[in-house]
């Protein structure tokens, strides 16, 4: 069984960092390309970051220079590095699984990362 | 960057109707649409993946449609476990985009 299990979040100041983590089981981790997905309280869904299974990487414009994906395929890891952190990074965050239909497949349930002062 | 337009953004219906909803991409995506269902609290669950592709476990009812530029999600006979948002996502290019949601109330 697929399973994604985000763990990190929690409650940072205005230009604080947070990492996040998303363990993975039940598939080859190595071979799928992986991605975070945000949700801020009371809106709609936000892809944030996206990672090949060979480590090429891209970023929203919103979070570029800040956040830095990575994986640590060893250990069926994806993390998240979260830097300069702003009141609108305030959200949910998913890790998502793309399947080779190029869809996210699997969730995990999601870490909640509030950045307040 | 591709935009991703869903309408309308708020719809209400009665169990047993036929729901229809639109999705429109700023510029060709071939049939790299998906569909996600997301209810409060949850994470979003895939419904349909590669514009018409039903995600195994998916009941029946609903079934999507479209190329290029125009998709729609169609759920047939609505049902009271239908009530939830419903998301557009390409992954055609990066960055990958979602459309706004649309949220669907039972009457």
């Known amino acids: 069984e697929v399973q994604l299990a985000e763990s990190g979040g929690g409650l940072v100041k205005p230009g604080g960092s947070l990492r996040l983590s998303c363990a993975a089981s039940g598939f080859a981790f190595s071979d799928y390309n992986m991605n975070w997905v945000r949700q801020a309280p009371g809106k709609g869904l936000e892809w944030v970051s996206f990672?090949?299974?060979?480590?090429?990487?891209y970023y929203a414009d919103s979070v570029k220079g800040r956040f830095t994906i990575s994986r640590d395929n060893a250990k069926n890891s994806l993390f998240l590095q979260m830097n300069s952190l702003r009141a609108e990074d305030t959200a949910v965050y998913y890790c998502?699984?793309?399947?080779?239909?190029?869809?996210?497949?699997?969730w995990g349930q999601g870490s909640l990362v509030a950045v307040s002062s | 960057d591709i935009q991703m337009t869903q309408s309308p953004s708020f719809l209400s219906a009665s169990v047993g109707d036929r729901v229809t909803i639109s999705c429109r991409a700023s510029?060709?995506?071939?049939?790299?649409l998906n569909w996600f269902q997301q209810k409060p609290g949850k994470a979003p669950r895939l419904l349909i993946f590669a514009a018409s592709s039903l995600e195994s476990g998916v009941p029946s009812r609903f079934s999507g449609s479209g190329s290029g530029t125009d998709f729609t999600l169609t759920i047939n006979s609505l049902q009271p476990e239908d009530c939830a948002t419903y998301y557009c996502y390409q992954s055609y290019d990066l960055p990958r985009t979602f459309g706004q949601g649309t949220k669907v109330e039972i009457k």
């Open positions: 998502a699984k793309e399947g080779s239909n190029w869809s996210l497949d699997y």
């Open positions: 990672i090949s299974s060979r480590s090429y990487i």
């Open positions: 510029r060709t995506i071939s049939n790299y």
